[in-house]
């Protein structure tokens, strides 16, 4: 099932060459913020604890045999914003699962793009930007509950682990390369990270306030 959460994270505008990227802030990651965030329980829930550092605010996510995210409704324009950055770091990961099946599909963290497609939820397209434990860059399959749903590895703790991490995607190109239509707008953005299915422990972090170049 497509859970509809949404992230912390930077949506970049695309403008000429001479123009500055448009920065839009999703989450602010703060106490009053939090209070307002839509909570969706897979199972259990994972525990969210708010901190800081140089970069500004961020948030802790801890889960062992449980599963949660944390998210917004948000509209988001791909044509003049189709860039999102994440600056992300796995602690502790899941050495060993199998994430493209049942059994094994938690991730120590992901973030979702998700687009209305239906009146329900159930008939939304998803991209699920994932912190894989096991797998390699750029690796893509369709989740194992939905084929609406398609986990996209940006980062793998093989490479960096206990590390901080910014990536950047394309999210109109993917919808298009992954899901083969044109999105124009963006209907929510969200935070994950849960082991409700291999019962193992994850901890991981997620940044706010991203700063990006400008788009050229």
Avoid: C
Avoid at 13 to 30: D, R, Y
Avoid at 34 to 60: A, D, F, H, M, Q
Avoid at 154 to 168: Q, R
Avoid at 170 to 182: G, P, Q, Y
């Amino acid at each position: 099932m497509i859970k509809f959460f949404f992230i912390t994270i930077l949506a970049t505008s695309l403008f000429t060459q001479s123009t500055l990227a448009e920065k839009i802030n999703i989450f602010e990651f703060t106490q009053d913020e939090l209070k307002t965030l839509e909570v969706k329980k897979v199972k259990g829930e994972t525990k969210w604890i708010l901190g800081s550092n140089e970069k500004g605010n961020y948030i802790k996510a801890e889960a062992e045999g449980k599963g949660s995210g944390l998210g917004k409704e948000i509209e988001i324009d791909l044509t003049k914003t189709p860039f999102i950055n994440i600056t992300w770091k796995v602690e502790k990961d899941l050495s060993g699962i199998i994430e493209n099946s049942k059994k094994g599909h938690d991730y120590a963290a992901r973030v979702f793009v998700i687009k209305k497609t239906g009146s329900t939820a159930l008939s939304n397209r998803a991209i699920n930007y994932v912190f894989s434990s096991n797998n390699n860059i750029d690796d893509n399959w369709p989740s194992p509950y939905t084929k609406k749903s398609i986990d996209y590895v940006l980062s793998t703790t093989k490479e960096k682990l206990n590390t901080w991490v910014t990536v950047k995607r394309n999210v109109k190109d993917d919808f298009m390369t992954l899901h083969n239509i044109d999105v124009k707008k963006l209907n929510g953005v969200a935070i994950m990270t849960d082991t409700d299915n291999s019962k193992l422990k994850a901890i991981s972090y997620y940044q706010n306030k991203i700063s990006l170049p400008p788009a050229l």
